[in-house]
């Protein structure tokens, strides 16, 4: 049997990846049939499919059908459905009409009341947005549906909100977090999100303080699929990514619990966002959290989650969701810094260890480590300069992209094979500590740096209990060696895929960093394989078969479309016109329009149109002059009070719009108002970009702007008038997209866009 050990043990660790993701979310099985007592899938879907057959963000006309069906489905279960109308800019500068839409259910108790939220805006121009956030809004539709037919009465009041505008800056959630009575109520909120079309759905708090108290109720409402851990929550702390539930945390200091899945980034604001590729795995794993923590939270005292103490935690097999407080951390290293100079003393003391063996064993663990950061480093740039299509996918996440982590992780697995097989007179008990030593200052700087990756330290016991072994064994069992290597493999396998899906490939060290710091803690089980090149080179062979893969799945198709974009772009001071794109490679049907042999230089004051990850046009071309109706603009007061120039203007539309954005020169604007919303202090103060607002039009409303500036300042503005009909409009005679061609997202597309600038 020993000689087929290595075989087993990798048999056994590769069984062990593939239940660290198996267990991670349900598997889905038809269930269209399943008693109305429980969540059913199948009829989530259905949900989806109806609201995921047009674009409809604001001020699209789906916009308003899919709010008409919500409230429809609503008022068939028998709830009371209002609406709360109006207008906010949010904290973006992003402004919009607003159209919330309210149902509740009464408890038997007084106390606060558990809000479950999600929105029902596509993103603005082509997503049909059924994951972001159809799948969110029918997990709410089936899962109170599914209460209600439980015969359930909760103690506490149950309020569903699902929010409208989300997508231009959480602007129906801040509407209903500043503006209606019922906010003073709630408790706490569960938000259904995604960011992807697939993959498990993490759990992601929001919390102003300590979150002990909500991980306690969480874990006692016992998810069957916890996917969560404290690193994450960590993270996503110091990002500056915000949901709806980001506004009750803000301005009510209200807890809460995001559901959101990211997997198949590559989706995300789409056209492909769409019913046929949304993972039905995913959608039965946020069904999963929602009916346990309804009928949890129902009935728990909501009053009494607020907490100043935090809890690390985190998800693998078999155990669901571990946690343990944070006062914990510093004792759990001291714990495991004492036991390894223990170890040491005691090792080198019997025999087992040799300090000029344990220098060596620093060596392959240097040269893994610098080998694999380098690689993972430049490996967006390099494939980026080999497949420079690639970047005309602004998510950073290509088609193919698990091919390339994949290929990856098989790259650094096999660089980590071939520099132990270097080192393989060295005994593995003295190959051990370099790794321990790693690892105890990686734990050293999370527990004074970023607390919620603390739970590192426990694949760290795992690795000190080998040691022990390795220590005192003439002949360890292999086996209790693999038992052992467990932990290391459940929590840091998924985080090797989630890095670079939700960050993209550009993250690809974490990937392969992380992999080589799994690998160390492998080195019990690794240490004593005798045929290391071998599977150094089984490994690097693998490699190359998912590059290869990834190769031939590199190419544009019909499934997996070419983002391309156009906007014809009118000056109307200048009275010139050009074609623009931000496609870097051009496709065929861009090429039409845009010759970039002959194109005009890109100036500086493309920087100031508002696209997300600060996308440029790449190229511009002239275009025929059109007819097209400039914006009328009027000066209704100009009027100086003390130090202050008071300026009121009205830009009336005189053609059908979607957009308007406003920028200003480098003048100090003191205050500001869009139709008598007032844009925040904090936003004026603190906005990175010249950008003053931003007017998501509805009912081709006009934009009546209130600007205060210091009296001797002279204001410029700028005024960029979009319209999304550039396909359809008669002026013009662009052709449909190809089928392997869609909507390049995150930008101004297929649009017609008039620029003005003004001086006061």
């Known amino acids: 049997m020993k000689q087929y050990s290595s075989a087993v043990s990798l048999l056994i660790l590769l069984l062990a990846i593939y239940l660290s993701f198996e267990t991670s979310m349900p598997s889905y099985d038809p269930d269209a049939t399943i008693d109305d007592i429980s969540f059913s899938t199948d009829r989530a879907l259905v949900h989806v499919k109806n609201m995921s057959e047009k674009p409809h963000g604001v001020g699209f006309p789906a916009h308003a059908e899919v709010r008409d069906y919500v409230i429809s489905e609503l008022n068939k279960l028998g709830l009371e459905t209002t609406t709360q109308k109006g207008y906010t800019a949010g904290d973006w ?38 994951s972001d956030a159809a799948s969110g809004v029918a997990t709410i539709l089936e899962g109170v549906s599914t209460f209600l037919k439980q015969n359930q009465v909760p103690k506490n009041d149950i309020i569903i909100l699902i929010s409208d505008a989300e997508e231009l800056g959480l602007n129906g959630a ?10 003073k ?3 706490l909120v569960l938000n259904f999100e995604a960011r992807g079309s697939g993959g498990p759905s993490y759990m992601l708090l929001e919390t102003n303080r300590g979150n002990a108290k909500v991980i306690e109720e969480f874990t006692k409402a016992n998810p069957k699929y916890p996917a969560a851990n404290s690193l994450v929550y960590s993270i996503y702390k110091m990002l500056p990514n915000d949901t709806d539930l980001t506004v009750f945390r803000e301005d009510m200091d209200i807890e809460g619990l995001n559901f959101a899945f990211i997997d198949d980034h590559y989706d995300y604001h789409t056209v492909r966002d769409n019913y046929e590729r949304l993972d039905r795995n995913t959608l039965a794993h946020q069904g999963s959290y929602l009916m346990p923590l309804l009928k949890h939270f129902s009935n728990s005292n909501l009053t009494d989650l607020k907490s100043l103490n935090d809890s690390i935690y985190f998800n693998i097999p078999f155990f669901r969701l571990v946690s343990y407080p944070f006062d914990w951390i510093f004792p759990m290293l001291a714990l495991a810094i004492i036991s390894f100079l223990v170890l040491m003393i005691l090792g080198l003391r019997n025999g087992s260890l040799e300090i000029k063996e344990i220098g060596r064993g620093f060596m392959p663990l240097l040269l893994v480590l610098v080998i694999n950061g380098l690689v993972g480093y430049f490996g967006w740039s390099a494939l980026t300069n080999i497949y420079p299509q690639y970047q005309d996918i602004l998510h950073g996440f290509t088609y193919n992209g698990y091919s390339y982590i994949i290929a990856f992780v098989l790259f650094s697995v096999a660089v980590g094979f071939w520099a132990y097989h270097k080192f393989d007179t060295t ?8 790794p321990l030593f790693l690892w105890l200052i990686i734990c050293t700087l999370v527990a004074v740096y970023l607390k919620g990756a603390s739970f590192f330290i426990v ?31 459940w929590i840091y396998a998924p985080l090797i895929k989630m890095f670079p899906v939700g960050l993209g490939l550009k993250m690809m060290i974490t990937s392969t960093l992380l992999t080589s710091l799994t690998f160390f803690l492998l080195l019990p089980v690794f240490g004593s394989m005798k045929n290391k090149n071998g599977l150094a080179f089984l490994f690097l062979v693998l490699c190359f078969g998912f590059f290869l893969s990834a190769h031939l799945d590199s190419d544009f198709s019909n499934e997996n479309a070419k983002p391309t974009s156009l906007v014809y772009l009118l000056d109307a001071d200048k009275e010139t016109a050009e ?44 275009a025929p002059l059109k007819n097209i109706a400039v914006p009328k603009i009027e000066t209704t007061k100009d009027t100086i009070i003390g130090n202050s120039r008071k300026l009121e203007i009205c830009i009336t539309p005189q053609r059908n719009i979607n957009r308007l954005e406003i920028f200003t020169n480098e003048v100090e604007i003191l205050e500001a108002k869009i139709n008598n919303i007032e844009l925040s202090a904090y936003y004026l103060k603190n906005k990175k970009s010249s950008k ?20 001797d300042s002279e204001l410029e503005l700028t005024l960029y008038e979009a319209s999304n009909d550039l396909l359809n409009n008669p002026l013009f005679t662009v052709p449909p997209r190809p089928e392997d061609n869609i909507p390049m997202p995150f930008v101004l597309n297929d649009a017609i866009l008039i620029t003005k600038k003004i001086t006061f």
């Open 185 to 187: 109520e709630v408790g």
């Open 93 to 130: 500068g992003n402004y919009s009409s607003t159209t919330n839409i309210l149902a509740r259910m009464k408890g038997t108790e007084k106390g606060k009341a558990l809000l479950l939220l999600s929105h029902y805006d596509s993103s603005p121009h082509s997503s049909l947005g059924a």
């Open 579 to 622: 074609w623009a794109t931000y496609d870097k490679v051009l496709s065929g049907w861009t090429s039409q329009y845009i010759d970039k042999n002959n194109e005009k230089p890109i100036s500086s004051e493309d920087e100031s149109l508002s696209s997300k990850y600060a996308t440029r046009f790449s190229y511009r071309s002239t």
């Open 692 to 711: 003053l607002v931003t007017h998501y039009v509805s009912n081709n409303d006009y934009t009546e702007l209130q600007i205060t500036i210091p009296k």
């Open 174 to 183: 801040d509407l209903f977090v500043n503006k209606h009575p019922w906010v």
């Open 427 to 434: 005994k593995t008990q003295n190959l051990i500590v370099a």
């Open 459 to 489: 694949p760290v016991f795992a690795l000190l209990a080998s040691l022990l072994i390795t220590t005192h064994q003439k002949w360890p069992s292999p086996f209790l060696l693999l038992f052992l290597a467990l932990p290391a493999i």
